[in-house]
């Protein structure tokens, strides 16, 4: 029987053996895969469990809450304030940033998460997802402030998204690569179950909200307009479109076989520079497309050297296959 690998095995292995990961960062991701498996739990209750519908409440964003996206942030800070590893803690649901209590040791890490990404998925039962992000704390910096999450991707030293599909999958890189593991609901750990996962740099699906169309920008209108004539196009291809409204679950359809999602800047609201959040959703997303051989960018600029400057910063996104991200982008040079 093959070798069952656990996210704990592989984790220590990347500890000891290649010495990419210091402990705190280890015992960081461990908790953080815990927190995911209680949301899993949650998820998986759905109406059962009472999570199902909306909280009565707005976030930060002027999004109205579900409650799984309160039940989710909860989940998160509880599992990780006491552990020791974290300074403090931003999420897509909070106003401000969550300053780990004093009665709790503080660590050197900063952890970043969008706790429940694709929210109106949930009451419908269509795959949703946590995405999370970990910086270090600036040097010499004496407490926590805003100002220390506002860092580029490219300062990020771990970055993940668990699914929860039809199966639970936690995706991870820690810079090495992307790796994948899946939930064993019996056993109650992740298992490994794909390493160095890599992204075709080809493709012939990619995904975004056609609804959205009339309020493109031309270079984004010229890349799907070519890609929708088909064989008789520039192309010289046939198009498949997919689009969850997940950024989780298309991101892992994109990992898995290929693709490009794109959630760029559109003129329903011009002075937003797109609907994604550039620290909980861009920046982690961007460094495990990266990792796996992708691209990603804003249309003019790599998403890892934008330097952020505000916590819920926004941001155009185009992510995935690299040659389709490379035309993306350059149509927004050219136009
Ligand atoms: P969230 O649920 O965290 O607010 O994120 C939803 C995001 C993203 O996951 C998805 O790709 C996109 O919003 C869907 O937006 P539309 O409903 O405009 O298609
Ligand atoms: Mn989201
Ligand atoms: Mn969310």
Known sequence: MAKR??????????????GLIPGQLRLLLEVVARACKSISHAVNKGALGGVLGSADSENVQGEMQKKLDIIANEVLIEANEWGGHLAGMASEEMDGIYVVPNRYPQGEYLLLFDPLDGSSNIDVNVSIGTIFSVLKMPEDDRGVDAGDFLQKGSQQVA????????????VLTVGDGVAMFTLDREQGSFVLTQ??????????????????????????????????????????????????????????????????????????EPNKPGKLRLLYEANPMGWL?????????????????????QLHERVSVILGSKNEVDRVTSYHSTL
């Not at 690998?5 to 290649?18: A, C, H």
């Not at 970055?159 to 936690?170: D, E, F, M, S, W």
């Not at 990266?290 to 790599?302: K, S, V």
């Open 5 to 18: 690998i656990s996210l704990t095995r592989y984790l220590v292995e990347q500890q000891r053996v290649d």
């Open 159 to 170: 970055a993940g998204y668990c699914v929860y599909g039809p199966q639970t999958t936690l």
């Open 195 to 268: 390493e160095n996962v890599r992204i075709p740099a080809d493709t012939k699906e990619f995904a975004i909200n056609m609804s959205n169309m009339r309020h493109w920008d031309e270079p984004v209108k010229r890349y799907i307009d070519e890609c929708l004539q088909g064989k008789e196009g520039p192309r010289g291809k046939d198009f498949n479109m997919r689009w969850i409204a997940s950024m989780v679950a298309d991101v892992h359809r994109i990992m898995t076989r290929g693709g490009i999602f794109m959630y760029p800047w559109d003129k329903r």
């Open 289 to 309: 497309v990266e990792q796996a051989g992708g691209a990603a960018t804003n249309g003019r600029q790599r998403i890892l050297d934008i330097q952020p400057t």
